[in-house]
């Protein structure tokens, strides 16, 4: 009876399921940006482009992490809470990735035109990690496990996660994977 117990109450606890498996599956792309999809990785190529990769299912509560590997000059970040076809920072939450930003309080570990960085985090031309926790009102962002934001705002409560290559330059994700919460 305690093996049946414990059994159910495992099957009941949420897990990270990964968001990419080798193909753009359960991906959309919108804009000019090239993307591929090779040796577990997502790779955003902008030559003066903007372009996304939206995923196809929308999401409300959730733990998203990442790993993401920027070049010096890419403009990059993700977008959560998303409405369709619609992307801005007005439209979705962007956490970026992009420690040159020319206005400092939109650098790497920002939520856009939303929260100012807690901390400085240089994440160029190396692997890093991202984690977002979203619950109801409630937004938290980590660099390399570096509180970067803490918002509470209610203006966005469901959508669609979107990654973005913007700019010049090159951007890669692995191990993109999500806990609904």
């Known amino acids: 009876m305690k093996y049946i117990l414990v059994c159910l109450v495992l099957l009941s606890c949420k897990s990270y399921q990964p968001l990419f498996n080798e193909t753009a599956n359960n991906w959309r792309e919108y804009g000019d940006a090239e993307w591929t999809f ?21 999401y409300e509560d959730f733990i998203l ?25 007005t439209d979705c939450y962007e ?21 100012t960085p807690l901390a400085t985090v240089h994440t160029n031309n190396q692997w890093n990690s991202y984690k977002i926790e979203v619950r109801k ?10 509180l970067t934001a803490d918002l509470v705002d209610d203006a966005l409560s469901e959508g669609f996660i979107a990654l973005q290559s913007h700019g010049k330059g090159k951007i890669r994700f692995r191990n993109v994977r999500l806990k609904s919460l």
Not at 66 to 71: K, L
Not at 137 to 146: G, T
């Open 65 to 89: 992490e990442m790993e993401f590997y920027p070049d010096d000059s890419i403009n990059s970040g993700i977008f959560i809470r998303c409405k369709e076809s619609v992307l801005s920072y």
């Open 95 to 115: 956490i970026n990735i992009w420690d040159l930003h020319p206005n400092q309080e939109y650098r790497t570990g920002s939520i856009v035109a939303r929260f």
């Open 38 to 58: 090779s040796n577990g990785e997502i790779i955003g190529i902008s030559n003066n482009t903007d372009g996304f990769l939206m995923t196809s299912d929308t």
């Open 137 to 146: 009102d409630h937004i938290r962002v980590w660099v390399n496990k570096r």
